[in-house]
């Protein structure tokens, strides 16, 4: 087996990308050679208070103690090719990693976490945080929370292990945990094997079942375990692998539908984690008309006159009335139109726009534009934008595997096996525009065989 270098370290927060890092110790274990190694580091930034009660580490200790990017490349040397052992490895090993980073040197050991190894060795035992270990197996620590401390801890343990179990299984066990390595320290591997290779939607949970992020794969179990390993390399990864301590799923009848439940549940439980597909209670959107001068002018149209699906010449949508009007104005200014003649800026009759003073507008506002041009371009600039109508006379059901997904204007009304709940769902569901529906719906159309697609020729709710 390589040499393995226990490794403790402490820092002003938990944070990858914020905090960083205060001390690091090494004890390498190579055969029966022990060798220790430590060094207080500057962070270059505030020890909160309870972080200084916690370790003892205080600024007035490192203020004169070298920067990362000075020891560094001696870390770095002092752990290069050797196991690196960690309790909790994640944490450690991430600051490491992205410490290393800074100063360009790519870490990337061979990991074991001793969390891992005590679960794997103790099935039987239900905690397996440090402090419990020490108490457990009668290991001593006169420096909880310094980074010597511990790692020496972390090595008593391995030791003790090795007493139990002797060498060979030792050597078993990591190297079972290094083929599993990726997976969370508090995620147990048959959970992982439990997890079935099938379109649906996976939810990740953290301390007292808060919902930490959402997501959709047509393989679950693969998304999943891409997630843990991504977190060896990202940060956001990293620190999502760290709080997870349960994983649940929903398989679905496909893709579609894992696209839709997604949606569905990230506005229902709004995970930390996941910034897109949350529910928008407000909607604006551009509509286009052309006036008796010719010209084609946006007005803003809000949620409560909105009729996606319905109306012609639709363009968003926007979350907000500032976002709308900023677009809006981003496409007059970069396209030279006229604020005044869109109805953006009042001006008197003959005036000049404030743009046309800036020579940011073609002269529209006084009668030197080029009205055809004007319009070319403010449509051309919004197509993409465009919000289509509904192709269908009435609502249609797209079959996926034995699941109908029932659609109507846009709008979801949910989904059924049966042609009785189908009619049911067209007849009582009380459909709701949903922007991120309406752009799922509207890619699945494009590319979704014909044959899927059935009118459903029936009352609608409109």
């Known amino acids: 087996m390589q040499p393995l270098a226990f490794v403790d370290i402490e820092t002003t927060g938990s944070n990858f990308e914020r905090d960083r890092i205060t001390e690091v110790a090494v004890a390498i274990l190579d055969g029966n050679e022990i060798e220790y190694w430590e060094t207080l580091l500057n962070p270059q930034t505030t020890i909160p208070t309870f972080i200084q009660s916690l370790t003892g580490i205080s600024p007035a200790m490192v203020q004169d103690k070298p920067l990362f990017s000075e020891i560094g490349p001696q870390i770095y040397r002092q752990l290069d090719q050797k196991i690196f052992v960690s309790h909790n490895a994640r944490f450690d090993y991430g600051f490491l990693k992205a410490a290393f980073q800074t100063i360009g040197l790519n870490f990337r050991p061979k990991v074991v976490c001793t969390v891992k190894l005590s679960r794997f060795l103790f099935p039987h035992e239900k905690k397996h945080n440090l402090d419990s270990i020490l108490g457990r197996y009668g290991i001593i620590n006169t420096a909880r929370h310094r980074a010597m401390g511990d790692a020496k801890a972390i090595l008593q343990f391995w030791q003790f292990c090795e007493k139990t179990f002797g060498a060979q299984r030792i050597h078993e066990a990591v190297e079972a945990l290094l083929g599993k390595q990726s997976l969370p320290p508090h995620i147990d591997g048959k959970i ?79 995970p930390l984690m996941n910034i897109r597909l949350r529910k928008t209670t407000s909607l604006y959107a551009w509509q286009l008309t052309t006036v008796s001068s010719g010209y084609i002018i946006p007005t803003l149209i ?105 659609f109507d204007k846009w709008c979801y009304l949910g989904a059924s096996k049966t042609q009785e709940d189908i009619e049911d769902l067209v007849n009582n569901a009380t459909p709701e525009f949903d922007q991120d529906v309406y752009k799922i719906a509207k890619k699945h159309l494009s590319c979704v065989a014909k044959q899927q697609v059935f009118h459903l020729d029936l009352p609608s709710k409109y």
């Open 192 to 270: 992982i094997e439990a997890i079935p290779n099938t379109p649906g939607v996976y939810l990740f949970y953290g301390e007292n079942k808060e919902c930490l992020y959402i997501g959709k794969s047509k393989n679950i179990k693969t998304r999943v375990l891409s997630h843990f390993q991504s977190s060896l390399k990202q940060r956001k990864e990293a620190k999502l692998s760290l709080q997870i301590r349960e994983i649940d799923w929903i398989e679905t009848s496909g893709e579609l539908g894992a696209l839709l439940l997604e949606s569905e549940l990230i506005k229902k439980k709004l």
């Open 302 to 406: 809000s949620k409560r006159d909105l009729e996606p699906g319905l109306q012609e010449n639709l363009y968003g949508l926007f979350k907000s009335r500032r976002d709308a009007l900023n677009y809006i104005k981003g496409i007059a200014e970069k396209h030279f139109l006229c604020e005044s003649i869109m109805g953006l800026e009042s001006t008197k009759p003959g005036q000049s726009c404030f743009a046309f003073q800036l020579k940011k507008c073609s002269g529209d506002c006084i009668g030197q534009g080029n009205q055809e041009l004007h319009n070319l371009k403010l449509t051309t600039a919004l197509e993409h934008l465009r919000l289509h109508k509904w192709p269908y006379r009435a609502a249609i059901a797209i079959k996926e595997g034995e699941v109908c997904h029932v």
